[in-house]
């Protein structure tokens, strides 16, 4: 079970997770978030995690940046990827990738039921919720027993929206995902990471998952 941390700000919550054994750890770069992260924090967050486990993945998580401004950012400051979120069209991920070559896609069904995974030829597929960021629990029973779905979405896929310590484990049994990506769930309150939750999380998302499969592991 691949494990991602998102919408760190704080270099002490970036050490806490590559510690426990996160495979990557996310920064946002959102304005009207109440993650958003400057400059000066989303590098000293790559370089707190890096010192933990240089092998950790990093990813610079946007929703309004144009996607090639996004990438170069992302390669500036030290980024491993590039995660899109929302409606940015294959040529912007085609922009991307020719400056940064990992680039994720994150989107819902709701949005976009019909989507396949590798559309916009992503080295992942992230789903979330319908409203990214809220912390709203969603159906997740169909993507692990819907066929016709599961097929569209292949098996390198990573589940994110809503999930928290208490209901993780709940949520891979029933989708059965690659991997997790929490942001809202290990939080006190909105933008403000609480290191016992993150704990939590981990050890809750590995018992229902299983063992790491690498900060760079391959579907």
């Not at 929206?161 to 209901?167: C, F, R, V, Y």
Request: net charge negative.
């Amino acid at each position: 079970m691949y494990l991602k941390i998102c919408g760190l700000r704080d270099p002490a919550h970036a050490a806490h997770a590559a510690r426990l054994g996160a495979d990557a750890v996310g920064v946002v770069m959102s304005p009207r978030s109440p993650r958003h992260a400057n400059r000066t924090e989303a590098a000293a967050v790559i370089a707190a995690a890096r010192a933990e486990a240089p092998a950790i993945d990093t990813a610079l998580v946007v929703n309004t940046l144009p996607a090639a401004e996004a990438a170069a950012l992302a390669a500036e400051l030290g980024f491993d990827v590039l995660q899109l979120h929302g409606p940015y069209d294959a040529a912007d991920f085609a922009d991307a990738r020719r400056i940064l070559p990992r680039i994720w896609r994150a989107t819902s069904l709701a949005s976009e039921p019909d989507l396949r995974a590798g559309d916009r030829a992503e080295e992942r597929l992230l789903l979330d919720g319908a409203t990214p960021g809220s912390g709203e629990t969603w159906d997740v029973r169909p993507l692990g027993s819907d066929p016709a779905l599961r097929a569209r979405i292949g098996d390198g896929w990573i589940l994110a929206g809503g999930l928290s310590p208490e209901n993780v484990a709940e949520a891979v049994s029933h989708a059965r995902p690659w991997g997790v990506d929490v942001s809202s769930g290990v939080e006190s309150a909105p933008g403000v990471k609480d290191p016992g939750r993150i704990a939590r999380f981990i050890a809750a998302a590995r018992a229902a998952g299983g063992p790491g499969r690498g900060a760079t592991a391959a579907s």
